[in-house]
C-alpha cells in the first residue's frame, strides 16, 4: 500500500490522471490525500501460451513424469477447447456483420442483431450433441482386420496416406504395419520419456513400393507420419512375368542375411511372414526366402528392398556381357530358352574364367540334392501302440 499527498485542483481528472500513470485504483480518503493501491492487470493466465497452460495441467515435464513416478495412474489427454467454436458465437446469439453474419446485404450495411430464443437453444443444443458425439468417437475401439496375430500389430492394413499437396490421392496403394513398438529417450530434464515408432510399408502390386519409419507420442500419429513418409519414398521393383524376381539373392544388411530363391508360378511365398507381407506390396506371388542372423524387422526390411533394387534384369545383363542369355526350364528339358538378346553387337569370345560368378554354395542345399538329407524324425524311436 501506497500512499502520497497530491493537492486537489477543480475535479477529479487529476486523480484519474494519477491512476492511468500508476496503473493503479484510487480511492480518496482526505481531502489532501490520496491512497495509491497498486494492481496487476495481468497473470499467468494471460501471459502464458497454450501449450504452456497445458503442459502444467498435464504435469509433461518435471519429476512426476519419470518412469517410476504414478506408472498406474489414468493419463490425462489434451483436449482442443477451439473445437466447435466459431467466432462470433455465443449464448447471447448476437449476429456480429463480418463475424458470424454478412457484412453487406442487399447494398446496405448490417447492424449488430440478436437471434431469437429458439433458435439460439437449437444452435447450443446442436454444439452439445456435436461434442457428445465426438467424445463416443474418442471411446469407440477400431477393430483391425488383416494383422499377423491377434495382439500383433504387423500386417494390420491401414487407411491410404494423406493427399499429397496437389491434390492427388493414392487409393490404389495398400498400406501395411509392419511393426509397432514402444521406445524410451532418457534426459536430464523429463527423465525416461516414452514413444512409440512405427514401421509402415506400402505398395501397389505393380512393382511400386516403399517403408519409412515415423514417432509420435500416440500410436495413431506415428502410424499417419509414417505412411505419409513412405509414400514419398517409393523403390521400382522389376518383376519376371509379373510374378517372382529375376534371378536368386543373396543381401546382408548389418547381422541379417536374406537368400531369395526365385521360382516357378504356383510355388506361393515361403518366407518369413514380415517378408510375404512386403511381397504382397510389391507384386511378388512365387519365391523362397531364408532369414538367417538377426531377426529385426528394420534389418530384414531394409535387407529385402537393397536385394530387391540391385538384381538385375535379363536385358541388363545381355546388354552388359554382350551375350546372349539364355534359361533352362524343366518342361524344355536340356534346350536352352533365349530371354533376353544384347543390344550391341554379340561378343564372339566367350566369357573369360575370371568373369564367371563364384557362387558361395549353402551346405545344407548341397546335402539337400545329393541325398545325404535325412529326416530329424529318422532316429527317433516311435511308441507302437
Known sequence: MRFASVPVKGSCGSYCSLAWAFQARCSISAPWTVTVEQRRQSSFFNTLTADELWKGALAETGVGVKKGRGKRRKKKLRKNLNRGQEIGEGRSGFLWPGLNAPLIQSGRVQAVTQRKKEERERIQSEIVQRRDTWEKKRKIKIKREGGWSG?????????????????????DFETRVIEVKNVFCMNAKEGRKKSIRALVAIGNGKGAAGFAMGKAGDRMNALRKAKNKAIRCL????????????????VKFKRTTIRMKKQNKGYGLHCHRAIITICKLIGIKDMYAKVSGSKNLINITRALFKGLTQQET????????????????????PLPIVVALPEGTVREDPEPEDEVPDTKLEWSDVKEAQGMKKSPWANVRRAVW
Do not use: M, S
Open 235 to 250: 523403390h521400382l521393383i522389376e518383376l519376371y512375368q509379373k510374378h517372382t524376381v529375376y534371378h536368386d539373392i543373396t
Open 314 to 333: 535379363h536385358q541388363q545383363l545381355a546388354n552388359e556381357k554382350g551375350l546372349y542369355v539364355v534359361e533352362f526350364r524343366e518342361e524344355q528339358g
Open 151 to 171: 495382439k500383433c500389430w504387423g500386417g494390420v492394413i491401414l487407411d491410404p496416406p494423406d493427399p499429397g499437396p496437389n491434390g492427388e490421392t493414392y487409393e
